[in-house]
């Protein structure tokens, strides 16, 4: 279930705002690799930060 609603979730931005959307894409692909890993280890922390505080 929690894999339907990141799909859910992931797919807003692209559908009410596609031109938005592209320009985050754009701007995503200027970063270096270890900005990309920072944000990566942010988002799991954050997540096993709520599955913490929700269980």
Known sequence: ?????V????????FLSPATWRRVFEQ???L????I????LASMMGGALL???MG
Do not use: H
Not at 32 to 35: A, K
């Open 28 to 30: 995503a692909l200027r």
């Open 1 to 5: 279930m929690a894999l339907a609603w």
């Open 51 to 53: 599955l913490w505080l």
């Open 7 to 14: 799909l859910v979730i992931e797919g807003l931005l692209p």
């Open 37 to 40: 890993r920072f944000l990566g």
């Open 32 to 35: 270096r690799d270890g900005q």
